[in-house]
């Protein structure tokens, strides 16, 4: 069973930066598509960002492209977004997902909140 692990929000003014990471266990991670969706209050968790199993394959929702980026390394089982040019609207808590095949979210993990004050 895959397991997820986020880390890394906080509060931050607009404008600003914020690295999240999701380290994964008790799976074979390079074989992982990986993802990060988010919720905002109020509204439906919406998609962000795709990466697949070997780090190519990169997939962003409109509204972050230019803005966040997702990698990983598989050597610490580890996936990352970096998100520059903070914006209120980004309010939101961060989950990452994962799963075998492409558009197949199967492992969730418990989210981490990320606050752009303005």
């Known amino acids: 069973q895959v397991q997820l692990v986020e880390s890394g929000g906080g509060l931050v003014q607009a404008g600003g930066s914020l690295r999240l990471s999701c380290a994964a266990s008790?799976?074979?991670?390079?074989?992982?598509?990986m993802g990060w969706f988010r919720q905002a209050p109020g509204k439906e968790r919406e998609f962000v960002a795709r990466?697949?199993?070997?780090?190519?394959?990169?997939w962003y929702t409109e509204s972050v492209e230019g803005r966040f980026t997702i990698s990983r390394d598989n050597a610490k089982n580890t996936m990352y977004l970096q998100m520059n040019s903070l914006k209120p609207e980004d309010t939101a808590v961060y989950y990452c997902s994962a799963g075998f095949r492409l558009g197949s979210y199967d492992y969730w993990g418990q989210g981490t909140q990320v606050t752009v004050s303005s």
């Open positions: 008790g799976g074979p991670f390079s074989r992982l598509i």
């Open positions: 990466l697949g199993s070997s780090g190519n394959n990169k």
